[in-house]
């Protein structure tokens, strides 16, 4: 039985940055003082996320109750491994693309920066909240939070793309967990008599037949749209014309994250491993996430558009992150849990890369950038690494999750899914690798620029360079996140 420790540390961290809002809003007419108090929240936030830390590694639960709606329904956070490792992604991400922010949005004289910050703020609250939340209401509520914070900053241009984009956007996330989310939550109430998450799933022993257990874990799959699979992923492409800080984070890591990490909490909190696999109810999710892996490598090799190429790639790779889940061995969930930091770093770095070349050169297509490695060699160094730790290469922290994951899929016995896992990889590497090799490797006559650019503003560079330096060191040194996996998936197998 695992130790619980009653701390109101679990709602701080998911309110602080709520909480600095109106100082935002307040500061708005200075620029430096509004930006301060975001790295102050920034700072708490993450600071109070880490100090929880140790407790989780030592294998105790920090748990606090905040109001109860409805006998076995209450509003409650509860910190594990696997919430804390997605905090810690979360919180510590947020500083960089904070300071990502002030670069790119003054270097390309933003409108509105003030509702940028202020929104973001709100975002990062709501992660926090789905991280650390205790129950599948909880859960919920700071999902639809999320969902409605994150539509003003898909929306920021305000032009006709950003307004069409931004109608897609809610009706793929709202549309779906109100119409698919919500009826299921319901029906798991009535079933069970609560929805608190447990090592055994609360839904094991309700007395559901298999066939109502498999309509409830497809409508939980595709109502959390945020993790993106198939065909329900349409809402991603069309949110890249938000600005790239946007895209960085959101993104990158927090709205794509949760979705993926509310999946990975259905699977073990509120079916559970062992009735899952008594009942092969895996299966299905494990083929949507080998279409979702190749299909979505596939559109991504036709992209031009370099913002879009890495939509698509997020969207294969969340399914990495699926499949690890529904695999439902030890090293496939520790691969899959591994996998929601690896990418994050990976891909933070590559929406930063594409952010600052569109900064310094006005330029968002692939087909622009022959040459552009001679320019900006530091921007496309930290494209490589990038991009070999979503291809799943050493010396980057990507390796460790896919290892773990193929792993994983010889543990369960999987043999088709490891070669979707490797085929989708090889995917990975041809729509990756020849940007980096243009960049470096062409003519004079190739190369599109001229002496006159640079790199961008330091503010811009400084970021993506600590994202990537940190996506090689998770090579050498995982063990933050790894140790947090490992704890969490001996609980949801052992539970």
């Known amino acids: 039985m695992l130790e619980t420790i009653t701390s109101i540390k679990p709602l701080l961290a998911a309110v602080v940055s709520l909480a600095a809002v109106p100082l935002i809003v307040l500061a708005g007419k200075k620029p430096n003082l509004r930006e301060g108090v975001t790295f102050a929240a920034g700072l708490l936030k993450f600071g109070l996320v880490l100090s929880m830390l140790g407790a989780v590694l030592d294998g105790k639960v920090i748990e606090y109750s905040l109001v109860e709606v409805l006998p076995g329904l209450a509003i409650a956070f509860r910190v594990d491994s696997l919430g804390m490792l997605f905090a810690l992604v979360a919180s510590s991400l947020w500083l960089v693309t904070s300071a ?3 670069g790119y949005m003054r270097g390309l004289a933003e409108h509105a920066q003030t509702r940028y910050f202020a929104f973001f703020a709100v975002a990062l609250s709501a992660t926090i909240g789905v991280a650390f939340s205790a129950n599948l209401f909880t859960l919920y509520l ?6 409605l914070a994150t539509y003003p900053l898909v929306t920021h241009h305000q032009d006709g793309e950003a307004r069409i984009s931004g109608r897609k956007y809610l009706t793929y996330i709202l549309g779906t967990s109100i119409g698919l989310v919500l009826p299921a939550m319901l029906i798991c109430y009535n079933l069970a008599g609560t929805l608190e998450f447990g090592g055994a799933g609360f839904l094991a022993g309700s007395g559901a037949s298999r066939e109502l257990l498999l309509v409830l874990l497809l409508m939980f799959v595709f109502g959390f749209a945020k993790a993106g699979i198939m065909p329900l992923h349409g809402w991603l492409p069309a949110a890249m014309v938000a600005p790239t800080p946007v895209s960085a984070l959101l993104h990158a890591v927090a709205v794509v994250k949760v979705g993926a990490f509310s999946i990975f909490r259905i699977v073990t909190g509120v079916f559970g491993i062992e009735l899952l696999a008594d009942l092969d109810l895996n299966d299905i999710v494990l083929i949507l996430a080998a279409i979702t892996m190749l299909v979505a490598s596939l ?4 992209q031009d558009g370099l913002k879009r190429r890495l939509a698509f790639s997020t969207i294969g790779q969340l399914s990495y992150i699926v499949m690890g889940a529904a695999l439902l ?7 899959g849990m591994l996998h929601i930091a690896m990418h994050a770093f990976g891909k933070i770095t ?9 900064v310094a050169t006005g330029k968002k297509y692939i087909s622009e950038m022959v040459g552009i490695g001679r320019r900006m060699p530091v921007t496309m160094a930290a494209f490589l690494i ?7 290469l050493p010396p980057t922290g990507g390796f460790i999750s896919k290892w773990f994951l193929v792993l994983g899929t010889l543990e369960a016995e999987q043999p088709a899914m490891l070669f979707v896992l490797l085929g989708s990889s090889l995917l990975n590497a041809a729509y990756f690798l020849p940007i980096v090799y243009r960049a470096f490797f062409c003519t004079p006559e190739e190369a599109r620029f001229g002496d ?21 060191i998770l090579f050498f040194y995982p063990q933050p996140f790894a140790n947090l ?8 197998i052992g539970g």
């Open 100 to 102: 990502y922010s002030i």
């Open 142 to 147: 700071f999902y639809e939070m999320l969902s």
């Open 299 to 302: 559109i991504a090799l036709s």
């Open 329 to 335: 061995s030890p090293k496939g969930l520790t691969g």
């Open 350 to 358: 590559l929406f930063m890369c594409a952010g600052a070349i569109f």
């Open 386 to 392: 990038g991009s070999l730790s979503v291809i799943g």
């Open 452 to 472: 006159e650019v640079r790199e961008a503003p330091l503010w811009c560079v400084a970021p993506l360079v600590l994202t990537a330096l940190a996506t090689v």
């Open 485 to 492: 996996a490992r704890l969490a998936a001996r609980g949801f």
